[in-house]
């Protein structure tokens, strides 16, 4: 059963609702939340939240609703209605057009200076498809952010040891190199 629809923000700004649920087996693995693209793929599925759900893995990997089971439905469910507002930084949210001029389906929060966007793209530029920085992983990203360490990915080119042997659970990763 979908518990809840929280938004999240990528590094490109757009902002994705996400399905979390009362966990279930699924293909071998636990499965607690499922993407949900962005609102026409919630109306096209006619999801609310409370809502009795099928799921598959995508490609084996990804977590999707395939079908809402709306006869088993209470009445106590309830319409997700996508924010206005960023929920990170509270920036307004809009659409944008395509690369054909089109609106887009996706809404996207107008602040570049969004902490959750910065966040994505540093983990995106040290990731296998960035620069592929073996041992600099998401959390540690988010620790160096959040220490106010690095505030651009320039700054992780200007590390020292000195920078990371004080953080909590780093300290002995790193004075054993």
């Known amino acids: 059963a979908v518990e809840g629809i929280a938004v999240q923000v990528g590094r490109t700004g757009a902002i994705t609702p996400v399905a979390h649920m009362r966990p279930v ?6 499965v607690a939340r499922a993407t949900l693209h962005n ?11 409370g809502d009795t759900v099928i799921l598959k893995k995508a490609g084996d990997v990804i ?3 395939i079908q809402v089971l709306v006869e088993l439905r209470t009445g106590a469910e309830k319409t997700f209605h996508m924010p ?12 944008k057009k395509n690369m054909v001029g089109d609106m887009s389906v ?3 929060c ?3 200076n969004c902490p959750a966007q910065i966040l994505g793209q540093l983990i995106h530029f040290v990731s296998k498809k960035g620069l592929n920085i073996v041992g600099l992983g998401d959390r540690i990203i988010e620790k160096l952010l ?3 360490i690095i505030i651009t990915a320039l700054d ?7 920078d990371l042997i004080n953080l909590e659970k780093f300290g002995d990763k790193v004075r054993e190199e």
């Open 25 to 30: 087996l699924v293909a071998g693995s636990t």
């Open 39 to 49: 609102i026409d793929e919630i109306n096209r599925l006619g999801l609310k939240i």
């Open 84 to 95: 206005k507002k960023c929920p990170e930084c509270g920036s307004i949210l809009i659409q």
């Open 156 to 162: 992780i080119f200007k590390l020292k040891k000195s």
């Open 106 to 108: 996706a809404i996207y």
């Open 63 to 65: 977590p999707e609703i």
């Open 110 to 112: 107008t602040n570049k």
């Open 146 to 148: 959040e220490e106010n």
